[in-house]
């Protein structure tokens, strides 16, 4: 904590801690009979291939944007997550729970100009997560996005939208 404090409380930030022990596992899936373990350095590694390549597919959208993120829990909504802030933009996490008109109308509100999906499609551009290629091409760093925004259950009808930066 005291080195994100000295650091400055920013999502960039906050990746760069998160990713700075190279070796450590971070994530693991299972693979029929056996186990996948990716460390901190894999992962990073394939965030930046992801955010290369949507550089490109969203080279179109203004940087600070908010780009839905509609998919599973998994290793691929880890690495399009940090690749939607790496590239600059405002992931909005999108409940997978709620009916698609909730959904949409929240995607109104929010001004939303794209959605990462892994299964759905929305009224604006989606773009399926097997789209985003781990490129060979460079990530080149520019603006990190600035906060995420948090899709409520929605129990009420009514979506709330939840804005956080790393302050």
């Given at each position: 904590l005291?080195?994100?404090?000295?650091?400055?409380?920013?999502m960039e930030t906050l990746f760069s801690l998160m990713f700075q022990e190279k070796e450590n596992i971070m994530y693991e899936r299972s693979a029929g009979y056996r186990i996948e373990s990716f460390t901190y350095g894999e992962v990073e590694k394939r965030i930046k291939a992801r955010a290369a390549s949507l550089q490109k597919l969203l080279a179109d959208v203004e940087r600070g944007s908010v780009i839905g993120l509609s998919m599973d829990n998994s290793l691929s909504w880890i690495e399009c997550f940090w690749a939607i802030l790496l590239c600059g933009f405002r992931p909005l996490?999108?409940?997978?729970?709620?009916?698609?008109?909730?959904?949409?109308?929240?995607?109104?509100?929010?001004?939303?100009?794209?959605v990462i999906s892994d299964r759905r499609t929305y009224f604006v551009r989606t773009i399926m997560s097997d789209e985003i290629e781990r490129s060979d091409e460079t990530y080149t760093p520019g603006a990190f996005g600035t906060e995420i925004i948090v899709m409520t259950s929605g129990t009420s009808r009514h979506v709330k939208l939840c804005a956080y930066s790393a302050k």
């Open positions: 005291r080195a994100f404090e000295e650091r400055g409380l920013s996490l999108i409940n997978l729970r709620l009916p698609q008109k909730t959904v949409e109308d929240a995607l109104r509100n929010c001004g939303v100009q794209a």
